[in-house]
């Protein structure tokens, strides 16, 4: 059986090797969410791109959709080569985030619950970005439950 001075060393050596892991990967926070944001808006833009031609649901959104990717691979790279604290970072995450309003506003005039169900895990990303970045505002107008409901 452990005891608490035991199980308080090892607590305390496992935080040090985390904290230690964080210390070594420079801003791998966002990093993280950057690159799971581009691979989000990569397979969103890739889906709009590859609907049949007759699929007037993504018609709207396709151009944006690709536009948010292209952002979204931008700000990845900004991030890498600057960290959270640059300039660039901030200036690449304000385009990036009037191209997601864009794209989310698109989709939503679509019409497409399919749509709709396929843009969540952008959102998702996109929000941890925002949240990361210091620029979450209003969180409630992304939720699934305000989303699902569609316009009006």
């Known amino acids: 059986m452990m005891n608490a001075r035991m199980a308080g060393a090892l607590t305390a050596s496992l935080v040090a090797v985390a904290l230690a892991g964080c210390a070594t990967t420079p801003h791998g926070g966002l990093s993280r969410l950057a690159d799971r944001l581009d691979l989000s808006a990569q397979a969103f833009a890739q889906d709009a791109q590859d609907a049949p031609r007759g699929y007037d649901e993504s018609r709207g959104y396709t151009q944006d959709a690709q536009d948010f990717a292209d952002r979204a691979h931008e700000f990845r790279r900004a991030v890498e080569e600057q960290g959270s604290d640059g300039r660039d970072v901030r200036a690449s995450f304000d385009g990036l985030s009037r191209s997601y309003n864009t794209l989310r506003d698109d989709v939503e005039r679509s019409g497409g619950r399919g749509a709709r169900r396929e843009l969540r895990p952008v959102t998702r990303a996109y929000l941890?970005?925002?949240?990361?970045?210091?620029?979450?505002?209003?969180?409630?107008?992304?939720?699934?439950?305000?989303?699902?409901?569609?316009?009006?």
């Open 128 to 152: 941890d970005v925002e949240d990361d970045m210091g620029g979450a505002r209003a969180a409630h107008r992304y939720s699934d439950e305000a989303y699902d409901r569609g316009p009006g």
